[in-house]
């Protein structure tokens, strides 16, 4: 399944979480996505992304890390669904958007809750997902300037 596809999916689905457990998922789902798009650019997107996008991977295997979540709804891990990445751009983009909501997501939560170890393990996953929403901004603008540089040859 196409990235930009899934990064909906993923999306749609953190927009309808209601208990902290499910905003916990979707989030541990979005970090998830992050280290596949990454993993998946390292090895067949653009050359001048790649060592960006093995660095994604990581940022978001320590995303996944940063959360304990005790089971995935249905046992199905979205992340293990991509298969493709049409367009780069479109899909860091996507990606970039569901970082953000993520992380506004789980302020919601951490703010929420009287669990101290829920409450901290939010701050480390929305750290996670500022990470690798930096990471997502700096292949954008790689991906910018190397089409700016493109133009002017």
């Given amino acids: 399944m196409d990235g930009v596809r899934l990064i909906a999916i ?3 689905a953190l927009a309808r979480s ?3 457990l499910d905003t916990m998922v979707e989030a541990w789902q979005a970090q998830a996505l992050s280290r596949a798009v990454g993993g998946h650019l390292a090895l067949r ?3 001048e992304l790649r060592a960006d996008a093995r660095a994604l991977g990581e940022s978001g295997g320590r995303g996944c890390g940063a959360l304990e979540v005790p089971t995935v709804r249905g046992g199905q891990i979205r992340a293990a669904q991509l298969t ?3 367009d780069a751009r479109e899909v860091l983009t996507a990606l970039g958007v569901l970082l953000g909501e993520v992380g506004i997501a789980l302020v919601g939560v951490a703010c929420g809750t009287d669990e101290e170890s829920v409450y901290w393990q939010c701050i480390e996953a929305m750290d996670a997902a500022d990470e690798s929403g ?3 901004h ?3 603008r790689k991906l ?3 089409d700016a540089e493109r133009s002017r040859g």
């Fill in 134 to 136: 930096d990471r997502v």
């Fill in 10 to 12: 993923s999306r749609d």
């Fill in 138 to 140: 700096g292949m954008l």
């Fill in 18 to 20: 209601l208990p902290e």
């Fill in 45 to 47: 997107g653009p050359q």
């Fill in 84 to 86: 493709e990445v049409s």
């Fill in 144 to 146: 910018e300037e190397r």
